[in-house]
Structure formats: C-alpha cells, structure tokens
C-alpha cells in the first residue's frame, strides 16, 4: 500500500513568537505555484484564539520564508475569524476559500465560507461571503467540468450526519450568490458525494481536488469515532471521475498518514494531522497538513503511484 512520506524539514512552519498574530499556532496550510515561485497560505492564531490567514513564500515545495498576515477581519461576515485557507488558480485569478467566523463564540449558523481573490498575492483584490448555511472545506476544482465553474465542500458539517457535497456554478458570479446557494441548498441531497464511512465517524474536504492523467485526486480527511469516543485522525484519497466527479473510481483501503511524530501527536490539540493543500510537481504529489492543530507539514508520494493504487478499489 501506498504512504505519504512525512519531509525532514517538517514542521515547514511553527508558531513565530514575535508575532502576536501567529504567535500560537501556524497550520492546514495549502499551496500554490506562481512562476518559479512557491506561496503557501495558511491558519494563524494569536494568543487570543483569533484565527487570520498568514501568507509565506518559497523557492521550492518544502520550504517557505517571509511571512506576512495576509487575509484579516473586515466585514461581520468573517468578523470573529478566517480559518482554513485553500488556494486554487483558476484560469487567471487565485481563489482563496476559507472559514469564516460571524459570531463569538462560534455557532452553527455563524461558521459559513467566505473568499478572497488576488492576482499575483500582493494583496487581496476583493472579497466575497460565499455560502448562506453551516459550511466550510471548500475547495475549487482548477479547470471547468463540463463547461461549467466547480467546487466540493462540506455541508453541514458541525451538524450530523456531515456531506461533503459538489457546486458547479455557470458564471463566476454564482459562486458568492445568496439566490444560487439557497436554492442549492434547498437540493442538497441532489448534491451529496458518497464517501463510504461508519456512523460514528466524520469526514471532510482535505485539500482541493487535483487533476491527474486518470481522473480528480482528492485528499480528504477521516476522523473515526468523531461522534462517539476517543477520535482517530487519518488522511485518506479518492480518485474522481474526470468528467463526472460524483463518480468514484477508487479510494484508499488504507490510511495515508496518521499522527506518529511528535509535531503530530503533542500541540493545541493531540493527535491530528488534516489534509489542507495539495501539489503536483513533476512525479511527486505534496499533501500539505497541519499537524496537532499548530504547525504546518507536508508529505509526499508518486502520483502515479497513489492513482495505480487504488484505482478501481471501492
């Protein structure tokens, strides 16, 4: 069975001390390429539990420097904190989906998506409230299916039972339309992605889908007994269909990555690695994640590797 191979640089960021807004925790990062150049976006929370998205560049995929706050607080939308960042391109702008926070302490109906667009990562040229219903993990696909703009997300996920559910938008504009996602909502079971999984457990959207020669990869995370007892957090893969992503063409009958290294098993909290960001470069998948909810990680394998794995396996 194929495993991701944890890198000897991790943890690639840890909480920076003279940074108050970074100054606890540093995790689920996801990745982008922009030339020659590497930009990493990532969750940063300060002393007082308030979570912002850092921005941090690199010259390769397992090493990132100057980092900056990037996406802040502006609106009562994301008043009480952006969480989870995911970074896709798609066709020239970067989307930045992430959780956004609307009330103190945090509620079901106030944990929503919200996004942020940039060009080149200088700054963020706009921002948009995304979903109208408890959500978060949402993650664009990079190119259009069908002629059509697409997203995977989780739906009612702070509810039970969780969704992880697929959006496919005509223009732009829909994906941050309160019209469209009511009405999506009001069909979610239409929309629903059927991940095979216990009862007891939870899953949800890891890293945004990336395309292979054999279908979408998504890397998502699994959580056994989330309900019920002592949780076990493991990252797993599912190979998506490339013109019918509600199609699974196999999965992983094994976990990935589960929490074993120090970085992993002691921070925030215990024993978590989740799946935030995935790259390909060349031969080699990067899944980017956090580890005990307070550094940022990476791992990798052979993609064509992973896909021969567990192609056809459901």
């Known amino acids: ?102 009330t103190w302490p945090p509620t079901i109906e106030g944990i929503k998506v919200g996004m942020a667009i940039t060009t080149d990562f200088s700054k963020v040229e706009v921002k948009h409230p995304v979903t109208t219903f408890n959500s978060k993990a949402l993650g664009f696909f990079s190119e259009k299916i069908n002629g059509k703009y697409a997203a995977i997300l989780a739906a009612d996920t702070d509810k039970k039972p969780p969704k992880i559910a697929l959006a496919y938008f005509d223009k732009k504009e829909d994906i941050w339309s309160e019209t469209y996602w009511n009405d999506w909502y009001s069909h979610i079971d239409g929309h629903v992605f059927n991940i095979p999984k216990r009862d007891e457990d939870h899953f ?14 998504l890397i998502y995370s699994y959580i056994e007994n989330y309900f019920t007892g002592s949780q076990g957090w493991r990252i797993e893969a599912v190979l998506l269909d490339p013109v019918d992503p509600f199609k699974i063409l196999g999965r992983t009958q094994e976990p990935l990555l589960y929490p074993i290294e120090d970085y992993e098993i002691y921070g925030n909290v215990h024993n978590i690695v989740f799946p935030s960001g995935a790259l390909i470069e060349g031969d080699d998948l990067f899944v980017y994640y956090g580890g005990a909810d307070t550094v940022s990680c990476v791992a990798s394998c052979k993609v064509k590797d992973l896909v021969a794995d567990i192609s056809g396996k459901l």
């Open 1 to 102: 069975m194929v495993k991701l191979i944890r890198h000897p640089n991790n943890p690639l960021l840890t909480p920076d001390r003279n940074n108050e807004w970074e100054s606890s925790a540093v995790y689920n990062p996801s990745v982008a390429k922009i030339g020659d150049k590497y930009v990493m976006v990532y969750r940063a929370f300060d002393s007082n539990g308030k979570s912002t998205v850092g921005l941090a560049e690199g010259s390769s995929p397992t090493s990132f420097l100057k980092r900056r706050l990037f996406i802040k607080p502006e609106n009562n939308w994301e008043e009480f904190g952006c969480e989870d960042p995911r970074v896709v391109k798609v066709e020239d702008k970067y989307f930045i989906s992430y959780t956004a926070i609307s």
């Open 204 to 217: 949800e959207v890891g890293a945004a889908p990336v395309k292979t020669q054999s279908g979408w990869l």
